[in-house]
């Protein structure tokens, strides 16, 4: 069973930037996509981001395309993502997620989850 363990969130004030980190246990780290979600409040979790195993192919929510970049290391078991021109409704705890395929970039095909960690941006 996977390991994940993310890393980096904060308190931002609006227009900052951040970057999430997420630490895989493991030696099939590099075989698999992986992705980010996201939970708000009293909302339901909400794709953010997604890679493909070699990192050749993304995926981003309408939400975050142009500020949000998903990248990885696999010599590291790393998944990153860099929040610039952060909002107020980026608030949410964010997930890392583990694909079920190396190459399934769909919201849907993500399975393993981190614990989450929080981001807070203020206006």
């Known amino acids: 069973q996977v390991q994940l363990v993310e890393s980096g969130g904060g308190l931002v004030q609006a227009g900052g930037s951040l970057r999430l980190s997420c630490a895989a246990s493991g030696r099939t780290f590099s075989s698999y996509a992986m992705g980010w979600f996201r939970q708000a409040p009293g909302k339901e979790r909400k794709f953010v981001a997604a890679?493909?195993?070699?990192?050749?192919?993304?995926n981003y929510a309408d939400s975050v395309k142009g500020r949000f970049t998903i990248s990885r290391d696999n010599a590291k078991n790393t998944v990153y993502l860099q929040m610039n021109s952060l909002k107020p409704e980026d608030t949410a705890v964010y997930y890392c997620?583990?694909?079920?395929?190396?190459?399934?970039?769909?919201?849907?095909?993500?399975?393993?989850w981190g614990q989450g960690t929080q981001v807070t941006v203020s206006s």
């Open positions: 997620a583990r694909g079920t395929t190396g190459w399934g970039l769909h919201p849907s095909a993500f399975g393993s």
């Open positions: 890679i493909t195993w070699s990192g050749g192919s993304t």
